[in-house]
């Protein structure tokens, strides 16, 4: 039901960043407010749904080749999808399965969580093992919530090591308020949360040596982060916070820690900060296209600059 | 945007509470392997999706049938329609709007939550408050995570404002693997939250004099119940847990304290003990459209006899 060459989605992954050369991911989170001007017909009320979600699928399209070739997977955010209903349902569809033709993996943004049986129903819907069902718009992984416990969590495991998917259980989040909830008690809940996820990743893992559960370990808080590395060596883990919420690539370097492969282990995420670069000063005499491109180049180098180790 | 005439979402739940006379919420979970025989091409692999999705959508229309006139407000369960994809969808969207057309509310289990800003967009998608979106398929009020932290919760209470509905904060979950997280640190976690949904709850009160932020407490933990009820006295609870998931009508009391209005204050929510109850041995001789009806009248007569004063 799902093209197995590639193996697990952590080793898919693996040999992609090491294609690529560098560990960004490219967030699509196409927020309607901000789309260039020659999408504007997404935010127009007069305009039919289906074709405001059409230009949000164009728009995504096109940064998927912004992405292409640069960068080993995109991360579509379904809440700006979700907001155009079943339209905009379609065109996540129609961005998923054009991000995977094209050979990047997609990781869905979705943090989604419920108690097993519900559960059960949300990993068939994003990783696939429902009979019948078109695997083209399935994720390589998706992001989840682990509030619920970790029962709630063991469907999507278990949907993972059926169709070779994964996912990324939310850690410690890059909001100003994340610590409110997380940081709560001795020791703090994410750092049992982080024990458990690394836990479950010893049970699972691909060939390149990393555990094949991730977990979203925000890299607006550094210190945070070494201490999250120190508590799931081997887990995959993916940053968000880089750019537009404020971390800078030295932010990022503890999450990396494998001399030979020194963009093994995590995914730095940019979303805003590349595909509404247009709006930026510095970048106004280009297009909105060009602009995404030479803040992605950017940050591709910023990155690489920042683990290049002496 | 949204028929004001009914005002706040909790003004408008607690009178159709007081219509109906009782407290029950029935749970719309179209879990595709558990339909009753005339709707079973929603899990033949051989059937176009969309002709799945539009078996899932009868289902679902038919047990607005067996809600109608006897519970206030049904809750579907995103899940069971997202495996299903955008076609899910678009039936979700038909069973909401059917769900409103005919007086009930709707609380949309979706279990949503983000940082802000694509908070924000999940609230439009659910809540309303996009421009030129059709307003019939949102929901009263929905279910979402805390473990982002309350300014991940801010964009719904906003958006609870401008358009009248509300959200459920997941507090306390009546799965079994829920104390693991959500009771972790001194306090337990969940009392931390509980206490911040009801300061939240402080600012934004209906003319019932229920706070209109609610939370969701499952049933299965009577004693815990009782402390949350302490700690939230004014909060409409969600109640998950009765029939398939263990609890009963007396554990449920815990949860109603005011003698004057005897099933104001929560919802006491069964999903699959109603839609499934064909499958049970009792309701044999039945169609399962007449046993949803005669296990849901049991539900209620159950729920009634225990709030019952004497």
Redesign the interface.
């Known amino acids: 039901m799902r093209d197995m060459k590639g193996g697990m989605w952590i080793d898919r992954l693996d040999a992609a960043v090491a294609r690529v050369q560098n560990p960004c991911l490219l967030g699509l989170?196409p927020?309607?407010d901000l789309l260039p001007g020659e999408f504007a017909v997404a935010?127009?009320?007069?305009?039919a749904?289906a074709e405001?979600a059409g230009a949000v699928e164009r728009f995504c399209l096109e940064l998927l080749d912004v992405a292409a070739g640069r960068v080993a997977a995109v991360k579509p955010?379904s809440?700006?999808f979700?907001?155009?209903?079943?339209?905009?349902?379609?065109a996540?569809?129609n961005v998923v399965a054009a991000a995977r033709a094209r050979g990047l993996l997609v990781i869905g943004?979705v943090?989604?969580?419920?108690?097993?049986?519900?559960?059960a129903?949300?990993a068939?819907?994003?990783l696939g093992g429902?009979?019948?069902?078109?695997p083209s718009?399935l994720c390589d992984a998706i992001t989840v919530?682990?509030?619920?416990?970790?029962?709630?969590l063991a469907p999507f495991l278990t949907a993972g090591r059926e169709t070779r998917t994964g996912i990324y259980v939310?850690v410690r989040?890059?909001?100003?308020?994340?610590?409110?909830?997380?940081r709560?008690?001795?020791p703090a809940?994410c750092e049992?949360?982080a024990a458990a996820v690394a836990a479950w990743g010893e049970d699972f893992r691909g060939e390149c040596g990393l555990a094949a559960v991730g977990a979203v370990v925000g890299a607006t808080h550094p210190a945070e982060l070494r201490r999250m590395r120190d508590l799931m060596p081997r887990t995959p883990l993916l940053l968000p916070g880089y750019g537009a919420q404020g971390a800078t690539a030295r932010d990022v370097a503890a999450a990396f820690s494998d001399p030979a492969h020194p963009w093994r282990g995590a995914l730095v995420n940019s979303s805003r900060g590349i595909a509404f670069a247009w709006r930026a000063p510095e970048h106004a005499s280009r297009s909105w296209k060009d602009a995404a491109r030479a803040a992605l180049d950017a940050m591709i180098a910023d990155v690489r600059h920042a683990l290049a180790r002496p």
Do not use: C, M
Request: proline share 6%; charged share 25%.
């Open positions: 989170d927020h309607l935010r127009d009320p007069r305009a749904r405001r955010q809440a700006f979700e907001v155009l209903g079943a339209d905009g349902v379609r996540w569809e943004d943090k989604r969580s419920d108690i097993a049986s519900t559960a129903a949300y068939q819907a994003f429902a009979p019948g069902l078109d718009h919530s682990p509030y619920l416990g970790p029962d709630s939310l989040t890059s909001n100003a308020g994340g610590g409110e909830y997380q709560h008690g001795e809940l049992k949360i």
